[in-house]
């Protein structure tokens, strides 16, 4: 392994030193902060540009490695406003890949677009947040029960960027203060559970200096490589959320024997990486809350509920260690008025889009939007680019079947828990909707309730 980090090391090297300077910006302060508390990890810049030519610059760019940047899974640029404690706008800025002339392959690109041109000797400050996945691989890759979990991560000391930097630091916080090894150079200093670098003067553009810290972390590392999320959507005021999770602990891979009695005397020790209970944080009113598996109902789920939200945690059948699988299935309602809005004559869906589960990590999402029966005219506004497409489901009393709007993303974290919005336009078929009224009128004893919320729908 050191020989290929050492190895890597040289050729990135090797390639941005032969990288020209790109623009007349540049970084007159760099405040960095890395988050390890997690499986997930968080890199929090604050980039104050300023415009040090004669031309308007209108965009920043951001340089990432390539090994890290294929890990790079959610990143976001708001601007700051820089009075007193630090405050962002937001409002997310646009991000895109940019593909600048003279950049070599061991470098990928990320262009911000500003909301103003900077003329020259002006300034603007950023915040970027950079999340990355599968980024802190166990170190040892196998332990036993008894053992703790270290994991080694990789970065850079210095903030690589084409731009020069006058003033920087960067600061490393850990989940706990046992640090079995990390990388000292200049103005290193270390507090409790957090490591501070710098501050650093007058780098040029692409400065590098490679840091490895090794160290405990006994969170979960649970990562469901698929998870397909279905949101059905009744005529009768109720909107049914099921989740088929499929996860898996991706820290240390477990090895030896495991000792359920040894595990229920000294948890803390004896199975201080294991996984075990699952956090959802639902929507307040959500009801009729379930949680089971392919055996049945699941018994070892807590739940408490407020105004404000409805919290669920949840046990699988036996503690997870690394390289052990679960598959377990979690449903719930929520009232229809709370999700379903009108505007301009078209009805729309506001929904958030990932799993509620804390700090679950999903190679694929699947979230499936189904319809009621006759909703035509749809369309689709998420806040990140998803796969689309576009089927149907035969449900109880159907006719023709019920559109179901599919969206798929790979790499989904917490950060794209955002809403989506599905607009419609309900059912209006005057012979769709006698031949429901006929069937609801056989078929059910309550007709009478429900045709008036079916009226209200539509």
């Known amino acids: 392994m050191g020989f290929w980090w050492r190895f890597n090391l040289l050729v990135f090297t090797i390639a941005i030193l032969s990288t020209p300077v790109l623009s007349d910006l540049i970084l007159s302060k760099v405040d960095r902060r890395i988050d390890l508390t997690s499986q997930i990890v968080r890199i929090t810049s604050t980039l104050k540009v300023e415009n040090a030519g004669s031309g308007l610059v209108s965009e920043v760019l951001l340089a990432f490695p390539e090994l890290q940047a294929k890990n790079l899974v959610y990143l976001m640029a708001t601007t700051n406003e820089g009075k007193g404690k630090t405050k962002s706008s937001g409002v997310s800025l646009p991000v895109e890949v940019a593909n600048p002339k ?12 500003l909301p103003k041109a900077l003329g020259e000797g002006d300034t603007m400050s950023l915040d970027v947040l950079a999340v990355f996945t599968h980024t802190l691989k166990p170190f040892p890759e196998k332990i036993t029960q008894a053992d703790i979990q270290l994991v080694l991560f990789q970065d850079s000391a210095y903030y690589l960027s084409p731009y020069a930097v006058k003033f920087q630091s960067l600061s490393i916080k850990l989940p706990d203060a046992r640090i079995e090894s990390y990388t000292k150079i200049e103005n290193t200093k270390i507090h409790g559970s957090e490591i501070k670098y710098g501050p650093y003067e007058n780098l040029p553009p692409f400065s590098y200096s490679p840091l490895v810290v090794h160290f405990e972390i006994n969170q979960p590392f649970a990562v469901a490589q698929e998870l397909v999320r279905e949101i059905e959507v009744s005529h009768w005021g109720n909107v049914q959320v099921t989740e088929h999770c499929n996860i898996v602990h991706e820290g240390a891979k477990s090895e030896g024997e495991f000792s359920r009695l040894e595990y229920q005397a000294r948890p803390h020790i004896r199975g201080s990486s294991a996984i075990r209970h699952f956090v959802a944080k639902l929507p307040p009113r959500a009801h009729s809350i379930y949680y089971r598996d392919e055996i049945g109902n699941i018994s070892t789920s807590h739940l408490w509920a407020d105004s404000k939200k409805t919290e669920l945690l949840i046990e699988p059948r036996y503690p997870m260690f690394g390289g052990w699988r679960t598959a377990f299935i979690i449903g719930y309602s929520l009232p229809l008025q709370d999700f379903l809005f009108e505007s301009e004559g078209k009805r729309f869906l506001n929904i958030s889009f990932a ?8 190679d694929n999402l699947v979230v499936k939007v189904v319809l009621p029966e006759g909703s035509r005219d749809l369309s689709v506004s998420t806040p990140f680019p998803v796969k689309q497409r576009q089927e149907s489901k035969i449900s109880h009393l159907d006719v023709v079947g019920r559109p ?46 429900c045709f008036m919320n079916f009226l209200q729908f539509v």
Not at 102 to 113: C, D, I, N, Q, R
Not at 435 to 446: Q, S
């Open 355 to 362: 799993s509620p589960i804390n700090d679950l990590v999903i």
């Open 404 to 449: 179901v709007i599919v969206l798929e993303k790979a790499d989904v974290v917490p950060e794209h828990n955002q809403y989506f919005q599905v607009l419609l336009l309900p059912l209006c078929n005057l012979n769709d909707l006698c031949c429901l009224i006929v069937n609801k009128f056989f078929l059910n004893e309550c007709f009478f309730p």
């Open 102 to 113: 003279g950049m070599p392959p061991a470098l990928t690109v990320y262009s911000v677009s």
